[in-house]
């Protein structure tokens, strides 16, 4: 091809379509969405970069660069599906092809001016966007930030050229082989559309071979940019072979005069085949990686724990030459395991070393093994004396041996899922080891550690190994370096300089970061506080200097905390070092904890604070503590996998000591949650799946319906939620139904973390959440600080059991187990029963001769385990009419011991609307709820005042009365699953609904029963939280049917069995949920209103409930008038019930003033049912009153000649609800007193 020739055909052809309308419409369009995107990208990133994580305006063509590829791709079909057409149409094709221009040169030649004609507004665009940035940095502007060249370049020369010529070459083929234009632009179209939906359909491990964006396999970076992998360049390669292939073939069909035509169609068909084959073996060699992670797993899951050592010290020196190798000399002083029932003491070394000599206590020995990552040496080399194990090594990490056991495979998820997405926006890279940037990560095993590379959040199984360090390391000259604790300055030598970390206390494992980085100081309470950053990110880093005083106060304040409690931080100096983007935040097992925590060093996104316009914003604050408030509350908000404040607080004891064996894994998050309790003032929560749901943050505003709230009121804890979205986040995970369910069915010591990770985690913050707010109540924080001081003073450096805590914990608090409610191994859950209050006035008044009321309610824990509860109460505020207008005060938390009950007594000045009883971690779950009657006359009494709590003997559940609840063993309904007909959009728009509102919240079983969380695709029976009659929680079961399917009459049925205590007359009654009396009741009451106001006879045949109800052989059919349902919890059907008129104007007399009444009583013929239809058409409050009562229903008086007793309910009409809630027994013969 001659380069003049291919040069004037692409001038003459960017002339061409320089004359086209769709040209300029599609550089509009394309210049609109860039710059849309663009201004969208800078604003927010201005406005929220620090409250919420947003894109920065830094990496605009990494972030937008498959929006450009899709514009550009649909750009040049529009532009090439008529260029033979065209000269047809303006008549040169006839002179075109007289030319002495080569077809191949024709066909190259105007598919490169198509391909410059693009490029020029993409190229204006990034200039101009370049321009603003460089503006902005020197300005000092909020509004653009300094682009990343290395993105831009790999955007226009791995993105762009390739994917447009690729299309290009498509379009150019099918112009020539089909005659019709439209079919073209249809056909290349329908391509386009294809491959990105083919795409979406791969995995992100696939995606990388099928042509993913440069930006989406790694994540621009300033601290380490990267221009492209190995892989990438590969496949662009083979882009480019099928794209030369295809216009070779176009140049073969054009329809010109020429020589050597079927040559050019062999080229271009062994041209395409190269691509092919290229592509094929890529895609071919992908599993191999996928294939030798699984093997090295299954090898280290084969291994003993007897043969893992206690590593006890390690020193070494290292000398890095980034982006090359490294050369290490380790000495390991081990102790061997003394139940070794192996051959072997098996270590974990990175595959990727080259080991050049092992020695034990300096004698060289060479019968060990090192293979798939695991280091094994002869049992017999070692005795109960500690043994120097020495290993010299050359290379560098292999990047694939690290996370292995990782629940979620950054590479194996689909790409549309946007769950995998957002996990790989949180890094894909195990460690960096480029020539300008270094960061050896423990996950990656670049030291040698004892056992395996798995289990690292296995406790229970692979006990954590702490040892101590001495490490020196050399690096380039001008390089900084992070590593555990202060990093001393140890020579320099021929443009190298070597620094040594060896910290006093133990560390768990090592992470060192490496680079030309900025250094910024400060001194606390002798402990050096350094932070490390990129020189690109200076501006933000400046900007923060104004905080200095603040944050040393703030810094001060943890410190002195945490000394006030016997915690001391372990090491000289704390290290913050900026990480690129790319580096990966998540880590293995099945919690994937964050990877950015490490003994004295805490690592930082450079997607976070260093480029957040924290100097725009802190602008805005004239007062330092306002900006020290945004930037701690920007910290906790954790959104990018590193809340540096948990970070911080694990060296104090997490990082020194571990527990081991049975429940560590709880107690681990348990010592977690005191340090955050006690130091940080915060409860820390991280999961992966919550960092990685896109609605967490609607959740979070809206609440999510499987969530309960199990509080009265905490200041405190209002003002902390409201400063820490960890905290919210955490309150709204673990307070979901499915966690309670959990709690009551296992010990937290026995939860499966392995297949139910997620769930397991949030039953542990649950249990934890209260039992350290009961622990504060009645220890205290000083006797809690005392637990961990000890703890760490007595087992710094090696692991301690349940059983060790448990008994140091008892040596300082006797009641500690009871307390905590024996929160690890515990199985079953107290229940409490609450009395109906009792109040009045004393006759003696208080010092300042106000009225002294009391008030007395009884509670009981019917259960053999013992409990925990607190007593709130809403005092009505004097001078005040409102009952709304009160003061929360409580007790503190009393302990309840198993089968026991307490009368308890509140004096007050003033009286008292309410009383709340709050057990969260029982089988009540939510707090227990009893209004204070408010008579007119108080009654008076003389006595004196009660003791506040005092043990009696108190039994809520009569002898003669059996209750039944849906809850109960005796409970069991039938029924299939009905699947409900829906149309095609109505179903998308639930799916819609439930992903945005219940992601994450897979459907959960109360007992057995599906929890009802509003209508979906299937009637079936569910049981109701909160509503309906229940011995501790309050729940009913029904079938909901909708209007466009009605329940089957017979499809769904419920039993209530259970052993009557002696055979008799026996009087059975039926409770009615409010939601069942109040919905249905207060449609008809509505309709009658509206017939009212519009002057229409109301109607008067009333709905009644009609079911069936069969009692053992017995089937009964009963309808029941809502109207008339008895309210009363404790009522008991009698025998001779009175007639519906008496019981109406027993409920009339209840609802009316009695003047209203007497009145009433005077007219001759009353309507007793019209008039409490009218009571309840005129009074809203009427209906309000009997909101939340439990309805119960009179079925008969039974003579019950066996003492099994079933009850079966059925609905003998279409309504649209199917309920059970609870049967009632009371016996009603004439001996009851026995």
Known sequence: MNARKLSAVALCEMRSCSRLVRTWVFFAIAFFAATVSYVGTCLSHLFASTSEFTPSP?????????????????????????????????????????????????????????????????????????????????AGWGFGAPIEIWSVLSFVVLDIVPQLAWWGGVVMLLAVIVRYRVLVVVLATGLVVLSFWLSSM?????????????????????????????????????????????????????????????????????????????????????????????????????????????????????????GRRMVVNFSLTVLAP???????????????????????????????????????????????????????????????????????????????????????????????????????????????????????????????????????????????????????????????????????????????????????????????????????????????????????GWITERLEEAEKHGLLYPYETLTLVEVPSHLRAIGGGWSMESTLYAPGVVMIRELGIPTARFDVSFKRHEKGEQSLQQLVSYVDRDVQGVNMLIGIARNFVRF????????????????????????????????????????SQVRELFGSSPTLKVTVEDTDLATRLTQSRAMTQRSQNVHQMKNWVKLEETSISDLDFQNEPNLSYNVVLLRNTYAIAALKELMGEEALGQILAKI????????????????????IEPQFEDITQNWILADRLPGFIVSKPTFEQLGEEDDTDNPVFQTVFKIRNMEPVMGVATMYWHELKPLSNDDKDTIVRKLPPILIDPNTSYQIAINSSNRIRSISVEAPI????????????????????????LPAITPIEWNPVPAYQVVVDDLDAGFSVKGEPIELDMNPIGRFFWNWQSSLFLAGDAPTADRGIPIYGGMGFVQQWARVQNEGYGKYRNTFTMVEGTSFQPLNESSFTAEFATELPRLGEWALEFSVPARIWKGRTQSEVEKAKNMQSEGKPQPFDRWTISLEVQVNDDAIPIELNPLLLDFDDDAVAEEDAPDEDDEGLQRLREILQEEEFEELMQDEEIDVENLLWQSYIGSNSNRSRYRDQVHWAALGTYDISNSHTVVTVSFSNSVRYKFADAVRWTYVGNDRSE
């Open 792 to 811: 760490v003073r007595q087992y710094r450096g090696s692991n301690f059991s349940y059983e060790r805590f448990r008994n140091m914990a008892l040596e």
């Open 922 to 945: 029982s089988l009540n779950r939510t707090p227990i709820d009893r209004l204070v009657p408010l008579p007119d006359e108080i009654p008076t009494s003389s006595a004196e005042p």
């Open 656 to 695: 020194q000591t571990s527990p081991a064996g049975r429940g560590a894994i709880p107690l681990n998050y348990f010592i977690e949650d005191l340090i955050g309790e006690l130091i940080v003032e915060r409860l820390p929560y991280y999961r992966l799946g919550a960092a990685t749901n896109p609605f």
């Open 202 to 322: 791969l995995s992100w491990g696939h995606m990388e071979v099928a042509g993913a964006i440069a930006s989406q396999v790694i994540l621009p970076s300033d601290v380490a940019p990267v221009f492209a992998t190995g892989t990438i360049l590969l496949q662009r390669v083979a882009m480019m072979f099928l794209a030369f292939g295809f216009l070779l073939v176009s140049a073969a069909l054009l329809p010109r005069m020429i020589p050597r035509r079927a040559l050019f169609g062999l080229v271009g068909v062994g041209t395409f085949t190269v691509g092919v084959l290229t592509l094929v073996g890529m895609f071919n060699h992908l599993p191999r990686e996928s294939e030798q992670r699984t093997a090295w797993l299954q090898v280290h899951q084969m291994q003993e724990v007897a043969s893992f050592p206690d590593v006890q010290r390690v020193t070494g020196n290292m000398e890095i030459y980034p």
């Open 58 to 138: 830094r990496f605009i063509l990494g972030e937008s660069a498959s929006l450009f590829v899709v514009i550009f791709s649909l750009g040049i079909i529009f532009l090439a599906f008529d260029i033979r057409a065209r000269d047809v149409r303006d008549r040169i094709s006839g002179i075109i092809d007289a030319k002495p221009v080569s077809n191949i040169e024709l066909v190259v030649g105007r598919m490169g001016g198509i391909l410059m004609l693009m490029c020029i507004p993409m190229l204006v665009f990034i200039g101009l966007v370049f321009v603003h940035g460089a503006l902005a940095g020197l």
């Open 338 to 552: 003394q139940e070794n029932t192996t051959d072997i003491v098996t270590f974990t070394f990175n595959p990727g070393y080259r080991i050049q000599k092992i020695t034990l206590d300096t004698r060289e020995i060479d019968d060990y093994d090192f293979q798939d990552g695991l280091l094994t040496i002869p049992k017999s080399y070692f005795d109960t004396e500690p043994v120097t194990v020495g290993i010299e090594a050359t290379g560098k990490p292999d990047h694939r041996f690290a996370y292995l056991d990782a629940r979620v495979d950054l590479k194996g998820g689909k790409v549309f899922d946007v769950s995998s997405a957002l996990a790989r926006y949180l890094g894909n890279r195990s460690y960096e080891f480029q020539g300008n940037f270094v960061a050896l990560m423990p996950g990656v095993s670049w030291y040698p550690t004892s056992g395996v590379a798995i289990g690292r959040d296995e406790p229970q199984k692979f006990p954590i190994d702490h040892f101590e360090i001495d490490l020196t390391v050399s690096v380039p000259k001008k390089w900084l370096i992070a590593g555990p604790g202060k990093s001393e300055l140890d020579g320099e030598t021929r443009g190298r300089v070597s620094y040594r970390f060896r910290p006093e206390n133990p560390v768990v494992d090592v992470a060192l970061i490496t680079s030309k980085f900025k250094r910024a100081a400060m001194t606390v309470r002798d402990i050096e506080f350094e932070l490390l950053y990129s020189s690109k990110h200076h501006a933000t880093i400046a900007a923060m200097e104004k905080l200095l005083p603040d944050l040393q």
